[in-house]
């Protein structure tokens, strides 16, 4: 009877033992989930504490927190048309006219981390006009980006590549964070990174050739956390293989 008791004792123990091991196992792929922190339009989520805010502060007035400048900040009621938001001039598109839009970014978290920033420009094959009033391509509709910008060079963004991929009948250009120099390094925490841009230009498009309903440029980016990898390469497969897993 008594070693019927020592027996059980060891037993319990031993589940017990097993039982504690398998927490701390799941404790632990719970600490490999990767922090990163996503963003595309209105649509946002944050994994981790990688926590970045895009925000266009003469776009839609939208500030570094997160917050909003309100109506009577944001657009004076004596303002002129020109002096409104970007998204309140984008209503009222015409050939040539030039948008106030400024991508910026800043890292709220207290994590370094690498990021992404993509721009994505509607293409239509249509006419154009040059600065001269001279009709391009001898007068023939070809593919055009229908917004341009120009980076500023104190962003500290730079193109991944000069060739844009094309999807769904735009061109998405990605920009990674150099800070200026040759190669891509983390976003310091808490830092605030410039607008891309400033402005954005609509095309000098001939009338009647562009839908009313016809989409506006999209600034997104993507962000994953720095420490634990060698290098940006590692940590941006890392990103894709838990993003698609």
């Given amino acids: ?50 926590d970045f805010n895009l925000y266009e502060s003469s776009w839609d007035g939208e500030l570094p927190n997160g917050d909003y400048a309100t109506p009577s900040d944001a657009t004076p009621s004596d303002a002129s048309p020109s002096d409104a938001l970007g998204i309140k001039q984008a209503e009222n598109m015409y050939a040539g006219k030039v948008i106030p839009k400024n991508p910026a970014i800043k890292n709220n978290s207290k994590n370094d981390a690498y990021l992404r920033m993509t721009v994505k420009i509607p293409v239509a094959e ?74 954005v230009t609509f095309a000098n498009v001939v009338g009647g050739q562009i839908d009313e309903n016809t989409e506006f440029i999209h600034v997104d980016f993507k962000a994953i956390q720095s420490g634990g990898f060698e290098s940006p390469d590692e940590a941006w497969e890392a990103y894709e293989n838990q993003s698609h897993g």
């Fill in 126 to 199: 249509i006419i154009t006009v040059g600065d001269d009033g001279i009709v391009n391509n001898n007068g023939e509709a070809v593919d055009t980006e229908l917004f341009t910008y120009e980076v500023n060079e104190y962003c500290g963004m730079e193109l991944l590549s000069p060739y844009p991929k094309e999807e769904d009948g735009c061109h998405i250009y990605e920009y990674i964070y150099t800070g200026g120099g040759p190669y891509e390094i983390p976003v310091p925490a808490g830092h605030d990174i410039p607008p891309l841009f400033d402005t």
């Fill in 1 to 50: 009877m008594e070693r019927t008791k020592k027996t059980a004792k060891v037993k319990n123990r031993t589940k017990a033992l097993i039982a504690i091991g398998l927490i701390a196992l799941l404790s632990l792929g719970g600490t490999m989930a990767y922090m990163t922190d996503y963003e595309i339009a209105s649509n946002r989520f944050t994994v981790g504490k990688v």
